[in-house]
């Protein structure tokens, strides 16, 4: 009798016991005690996702978020009906306080990288469960800052709670048919009520994620205000009323999306939707940049972790594939492809995760003119270098798979799908590029990011990372000719050069983090397997000017 060939799918294990990466980053940055008080939650959702999340992600993959407009009666009720997964997703992220960990700052400044690493290890099982919480995580945030007493008592328990029959997501509702990038240009009106201090709201929102939401953060043009971004302002408002009825608020449809199917993305028309002013009458567009920080965090997370993913189940399916008489594990051509891939994920994780450092800093209040200067750069290089990378990583994650790789039921076309929405929402990466560029402000020189690099570098003492640690410093020196250069032609040299730039700043700044890195874990672990990475993403190229 012949065996029939069977092929094994790849599967998961307790996805933080198994992360390498993850554990060896916290080792180093949280002191002893906060590293086992913190552990525990740790390992909770990396079963969590590796387990029960992730066998219910396979096996809710057809169901997608439903909306019903009408009732039998002929009633506008405007329903939408969430799938299986993201309603435990949802009380899953609560009771494991996915935003609620920031808010509680059980660790200082480094209650941002504990809540960071749970969002890592939870939101690649949850179908972009991370979309509705990233905005909740930022609308926390921009309410806090904003100074809104009224508001804050409102709505921020209601976001950072434990709680899940107390809890409330919050949407952003930026994006208007005129333009995502240029906002400036939107055309919903805000107009005054009488004596009171409420407005109501008119106009269309094009792109409106997870419209589920309790409440949203938008912008709308306040009567008599002038045209541009700084005409605008930005309101608060509760989506429905206490019958579960939309607040004057009609969902045209839902988008038909390449990716992130779960998301229920709408597009909304706003007939008078009662709504509060967040902080002034103007100046929306600055107002709202405290929630784009926060997203813009967690889409780099979530970029490093659907690599991560990705990687974890091409190395398992590697060590199970046969071909030609061995696994591909034994072919050295296959493990090269895919420890390029462990390289682009591993350098990628510490530049994000650099970015929840020195936001955890900045939010404790803790953080100096230089790092502040550091961050608001970092942000969107961050999040524009590792949204490409995930792209690039899962087409590559895809095809390791060979053709199961391209077939929907093994769960695999998801992960590029998904990763493919990474750097157009938040910014896409020219308009986030230009950003970067505006962060820099007049500045000549990149000293403080060369300054950063260099205290990054003191403690290196091994050729083979002082080699690595050259590469990255002329990389930014490259750029920084490149900036003066390009200034003294035109305005439109420097843009035209702006993703170059960034990308190789992201690169630069990623090998640098690696490579400090890599040392200390050879020195406190002796693992070698940073340094490996190390070496292999300076191969892959940095300076892309
Ligand atoms: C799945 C999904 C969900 C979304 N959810 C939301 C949401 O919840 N809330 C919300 O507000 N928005 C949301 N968006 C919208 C998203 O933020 C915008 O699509 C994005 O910001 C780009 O805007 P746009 O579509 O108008 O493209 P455009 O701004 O028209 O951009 C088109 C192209 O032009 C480039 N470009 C634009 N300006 C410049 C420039 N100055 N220099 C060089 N290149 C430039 C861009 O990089 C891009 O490649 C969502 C989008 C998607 C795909």
Redesign the pocket.
Known sequence: MTVPFEQAPPTLGNQYEDDRVLRSYLARVCPAEMLREIEPSLFEMGRLAGGELYQLQLADRLNEPRLTQWDAWGNRVDRIELTPMWRLAERIAVEHGVIATAYERKHGALSRVHQSALAYLFTPSTDIYS?PLA?TDGAARTLLVSGNQELIERAVPHLITREPSEFWTA?????????????GLSETIAKAGAGSREFRLYGR???????SSQIAL?LARPEGNPPGGRGLALFYLETRDEQGRPRNIEINRL?D????RK?P?AELTLNGTPAQLVRGTTDGVRNIAPLLNITRLWNGISAVSLMRRGVALAFDYARKRVAFGSTLAEKALHMDTLLGLRAEAEAAFHLAFYVAELTGRSEAGEIDEDDAWLLRLLTPVMKLTTAKQAVSVASEVLESFGGAGYVEDTGLPVLLRDSQ?LP????????L??DGLRALGEAESLEPLRSFATRLFETLHNPQFIDLSQIALAAIERAESWLKEARARSRSHV?AG??RFALTLGRAIELALLVRHAQWSQEHEQDQQSTASAQRFARAGVDLI
Not at 171 to 183: L, N, R, Y
Not at 205 to 211: D, G, L, N, P
Not at 257 to 260: A, C, M, N, R, Y
């Open positions: 979309c905005m949407g952003q509702w930026m994006t208007e048919i005129t333009g995502g990038s240029d906002v929102k094009w792109f409106t994620s997870a419209i938008t988008k999306k390449l990716g992130t998301v993305t929405v157009i929402w938040e910014g896409t990466t020219n308009v590029a230009l843009e702006a993703r």
